[in-house]
């Protein structure tokens, strides 16, 4: 079955330090993967995706990621974060029927 | 304007009891889910639904009922609540089912079974 894997399930970053969150997918044909982002008490909203194409993908609030077939990796990084940064974030995969698989999740926080 | 919303936001409820939480979205999509996020974070998806009709079902208990009376609404029905049950329920849209079509969030409900 396919899987996400988020291997830190805490990072704490110094506001306007980079960041850099680390997802890793089981292996299988292209896969379909996102990052979002869980605002304390909030629901999931997309950050970026990658399909297919250049694996270094921008999104919004300034994010991106970058898609690595050889480590079966896809990692997001933030050069300069903010406060409003402090937030939960989920790698996911996509598979038939918009089935959206999961990670554990990465708490952010950030140290003023 | 909410895009996607679910009433109510929080739910206490003793085991045993029956329970509904309801989900509109004002987007005009075709497809709805329902995750469930347990106390560790980790999140799954229960059902999705496409047009009213039944598109994904994940190995959840029979004592979870979704139905979808219109294609803007994605009901979520919990007969005989048990302790397990405890999460925060999202529910969410999509265009369509393909995976280019980013899906919305709710806000989730919590759902607490004492």
């Known amino acids: 079955a396919q899987s996400v894997t988020q291997p830190d399930i805490h990072i704490t970053v110094s506001e306007g330090a980079s960041l850099e969150l680390r997802c890793n997918y089981s292996?299988?044909?292209?896969?379909?993967l996102f990052w979002y982002v869980q605002s304390p008490g909030q629901g999931l909203q997309l950050l970026l995706k990658?399909?297919?194409?250049?694996?270094l993908v921008q999104g919004i609030k300034g994010f991106e990621a970058e898609f690595k077939r050889s480590q079966s990796s896809f990692n997001l990084r933030k050069p300069s974060v903010h406060w409003s940064d402090a937030a939960e974030y989920f790698c996911?995969?996509?598979?038939?029927?918009?089935?959206?698989?999961f990670g554990g999740g990465t708490r952010v926080l950030v140290k003023p | 304007d909410t895009a996607v919303s679910q009433t109510p936001k929080y739910l206490v409820t003793q085991m045993g009891n029956d329970k509904s939480i309801k989900c509109e979205q004002n987007?005009?999509?075709?497809?709805m889910y329902w995750y469930k996020q347990d106390s560790k974070k980790f999140l799954k998806i229960m059902f999705s639904?496409?047009?009213?009709?039944?598109?994904i079902n994940e190995t959840v208990p029979n004592r979870f009922s979704p139905k979808s009376p219109d294609k803007a609404h994605l009901n979520l029905h919990i007969n005989s609540l048990e302790l397990g049950d405890s999460a925060v329920y999202f529910c969410?849209?999509?265009?369509?089912?393909?995976?280019?079509?980013?899906?919305?969030f709710g806000p989730g409900t919590r759902l607490t079974v004492t």
């Open positions: 969410a849209s999509s265009l369509g089912q393909g995976l280019s079509y980013e899906q919305y």
């Open positions: 292996y299988g044909a292209t896969p379909y």
């Open positions: 990658y399909f297919s194409g250049d694996t």
């Open positions: 996911s995969r996509g598979a038939a029927g918009n089935k959206l698989t």
């Open positions: 987007l005009g999509h075709d497809t």
């Open positions: 639904y496409n047009n009213k009709e039944l598109i």
